[in-house]
């Protein structure tokens, strides 16, 4: 079979003074799925996307990320090629205004001003926070931050997505245009590990499914 | 029971990092400072804080103690010059003991508030209580102390966030490293503002000074040793000063 984009072999994980969390645990995430993974609060979902981005380091076992071994790799090595949307959106944004949230980044790697400008608005559209673009962020509501920190993430073009529960927050209609969205993103081959329990969301998006219950896999879908 | 420093009523620790803290700031020469410093690292040891956990935590931080000695020295120029650029006095003798001194002085005042820290804001509330402080600044205090862990979790996660954006921290070209730095500091301060009013609002719907008059369940008393640690304190410092003023 292809290669597996993110790989965890025999992983174990336990925060500070803590019991473990996650023990040992191996799974294969592909670019051509979409895998979604689901369970029950405090089961280690969002444990488990942290491990797989590197914001959490492993004690036990390995993280590879495209046939690389994680550990040697820095936080801005993996941003580069996979996107996280944290499960409060609240922690990933930062700019003092919505465009130079979603542009910031951009700039950052050198993007020309025409391209910068015409993949801004164009995010604006998509997630309908064109007449937000002034805006200060922390004055969003709940679902507007949400809508902008995907935003941010989607603009930089990743190549795998992990996504902690995107569509809490979210009304009906935003919803079905997020999933529409990341139904076009995985036409174009983006690979994406989805945290929800949104089963209609779900049910229409996902190839595969992971459910976890007390750090480990107990059920897995294709 | 516990015993020695780590049983100390936050009265009596509060009064020892009066004491450090104001020698640091009075003092200019170097060489009582860095006294003053051993001084307080070692009854910051004794009394059970985690100082050297701390100073591994914020080791990536520490540059800016140096930032801070070099920016001292290349403002208050005086004496011999030791680095020079195009005719500007870069390092001088005398700005660069101001430097060493100002950092000496931080330190002190850091690691003494360490001291602090470990009493839980319960018991520094109820000491400040006891001492006729009115209980709403004596609660203001405690929140001050519970949210500053709260505050560097914050500075923590924006750094995460926006290396997860595909940026190496260390490859930003230094004209925009001073916007990325603006980006850390943003949402820590409005997030302490959102925090603080949403608090007051908390406060307010449980009846916070409703009654002028509380009731604590908890009281503390002095043992023989706060006694100690106060009048020695006391003196020493205040025989220092004398000292350090006539010399
Ligand atoms: N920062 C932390 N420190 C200690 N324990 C934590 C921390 N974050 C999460 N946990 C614990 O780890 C377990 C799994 O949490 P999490 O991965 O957030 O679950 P989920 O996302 O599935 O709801 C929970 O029992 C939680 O209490
Ligand atoms: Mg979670």
């Known amino acids: ?222 | 029971m516990k015993t020695g420093l780590k049983g100390l009523d936050p009265r009596s620790k509060l009064v020892l990092v009066l004491c450090l803290s104001t020698l640091g700031v009075f003092i200019q020469d170097i060489g009582i400072l860095t006294a003053v410093l051993c001084v307080s690292i070692a009854l910051s040891t004794a009394s059970g804080s985690r100082l050297f956990v701390l100073i591994r935590k914020f080791r990536r931080i520490l540059w800016l103690f140096v930032a801070i000695a070099v920016i001292q020295s290349i403002f208050a120029p005086s004496g011999r010059v030791l680095v020079s650029l195009g005719g500007i006095k870069l390092i001088t003798a005398g700005g660069l003991y101001k430097g060493v001194a100002m950092v000496l002085r931080m330190s002190i005042v850091m690691v003494s508030a360490t001291i602090m820290a470990t009493s839980n804001s319960r018991e520094i509330v109820q000491g400040l209580v006891q001492w006729k402080v009115p209980y709403e600044i004596a609660f203001m205090v405690s929140v001050a102390i519970r949210f500053l862990p709260l505050l560097t979790d914050e500075i923590k996660n924006v750094v995460t966030a926006v290396q997860l954006r595909g940026i190496e921290l260390d490859r930003i070209p230094a004209r925009q490293r001073v916007k990325v730095y603006s980006y850390l500091i943003m949402p820590v301060v409005s997030g302490a503002v959102i925090k603080s009013r949403e608090l007051a609002t908390t406060m307010e719907t449980r009846a916070f000074r409703a009654y002028p008059k509380r009731t604590s369940y908890m009281v503390l008393t002095m043992q023989r040793i706060d006694y100690t640690v106060i009048i020695t304190s006391l003196i020493t410092s205040i025989l220092t000063l004398i000292l350090y003023i006539k010399c």
Request: glycine share 10%.
């Open chain 1, 1 to 222: 079979m292809i290669e597996p984009y993110i790989e965890l072999d025999d992983v174990s994980f336990a925060y500070e003074r803590c019991a473990p969390v996650i023990g040992g645990l191996s799974l294969k995430l592909y670019k051509e799925q979409f895998t979604a993974i689901t369970g029950p609060n405090g089961s280690g979902k969002t444990t488990l996307g942290k491990i797989m981005t590197g914001i959490l380091r492993p004690q036990k076992g390995c993280v590879i990320i495209c046939g690389r071994d994680s550990a040697g790799m820095k936080l801005g090595e993996i941003g580069q090629r996979i996107g996280y949307l944290f499960q409060n959106p609240g922690l990933q944004i930062f700019a003092p205004s919505v465009q130079e949230e979603i542009s910031f980044a951009l700039g950052l790697k050198g993007c020309s001003k025409e391209e910068i400008d015409s993949r801004v608005s164009r995010s604006l559209r998509d997630f309908d926070l064109t007449n937000l673009s002034d805006a200060f962020p922390f004055k969003l509501s709940r679902g507007e931050k949400q809508r902008l920190a995907i935003a941010a993430v989607l603009v930089n073009k990743p190549d795998f997505l992990i996504l902690d529960e995107p569509t809490t927050g979210l009304d009906m209609e935003r919803r079905r245009a997020l999933s529409d969205i990341l139904l076009g993103l995985k036409e174009k081959g983006i690979g994406m590990a989805v945290i929800s329990h949104d089963r209609v969301f779900i049910d229409r998006l996902a190839d595969r499914t992971i459910k976890m219950h007390g750090g480990e896999i107990v059920e897995d879908r294709t």
